[in-house]
């Protein structure tokens, strides 16, 4: 079964960091580019980032270029959202996503939630 | 960035209804849509890509159409466990782009 897994979300001051992980399972995960897309909270969908399959080519949103990180361990099975100098609105859901071709974002793991609060 | 407005943002049905959910791209996207739906608590599953091909395993009582601008979601026939949030995507350009959702309940 294809499966992702989200960890490392929590509450954070704002001006502060937090690594966010995605387990990947039942796949070559090596094989296939991967998203993050986040939803605040009783809101919409709102695409992150984009990393190639080999970690070449990486795209950002706007809202969070120079301040988000995203790679990848293909030894590891994993996708990671490295997230500094973090603002009250990037408090939400994050969700990795397989792109299984061309921004088919397919599965979605489950979801971590990121509260940026003082 | 390539704005993605739906229509209705909301509507209830009663099972059995036909459900029809607009989706407009700010500029032409040609095919490059999708449509996901999103129960609640629940991460998004992706039901129809390129604007008309339905996702394996997917009833077929959904459907999708349209290209340019202009796209259509159809549920032909309304049910019970279809209550969700349902959310267009356009991939043409990027930022990759999500319409705001229309949230389906039953009447």
């Known amino acids: 079964e294809v499966q992702l897994v989200e960890s490392g979300g929590g509450l954070v001051q704002p001006g502060g960091s937090l690594r966010l992980s995605c387990a990947a399972s039942?796949?070559?995960?090596?094989?296939?580019?991967m998203n993050w897309v986040r939803q605040a909270p009783g809101k919409g969908l709102e695409w992150v980032s984009y990393?190639?399959?080999?970690?070449?080519?990486?795209y950002y949103a706007d809202s969070v270029k120079g301040r988000f990180t995203i790679s990848r361990d293909n030894a590891k099975n994993s996708l990671y959202l490295q997230m500094n100098s973090l603002r009250a609105e990037d408090t939400a859901v994050y969700y990795c996503?397989?792109?299984?071709?061309?921004?088919?974002?397919?599965?979605w793991g489950q979801g971590t939630l990121v509260t940026v609060s003082s | 960035d390539i704005q993605m407005t739906q229509s209705p943002s909301s509507l209830s049905a009663s099972v059995g209804d036909r459900v029809t959910i607009t989706c407009q791209a700010s500029?032409?996207?040609?095919?490059?849509l999708n449509w996901y739906q999103q129960k609640p608590g629940k991460a998004p599953k992706l039901l129809i890509y390129d604007a008309s091909n339905l996702e394996t395993g997917v009833p077929s009582r959904f459907s999708g159409s349209g290209s340019g601008t202009d796209f259509t979601f159809t549920i032909s026939s309304l049910q019970p466990e279809d209550i969700a949030t349902y959310y267009c995507q356009q991939y043409d350009n990027l930022p990759i782009t999500f319409g705001p959702g229309t949230k389906v309940d039953i009447k």
């Open positions: 996503a397989r792109d299984r071709q061309t921004y088919e974002f397919d599965p």
């Open positions: 990393i190639s399959s080999s970690s070449s080519t990486i």
């Open positions: 039942g796949f070559t995960f090596s094989s296939y580019s």
């Open positions: 500029q032409d996207i040609s095919n490059y």
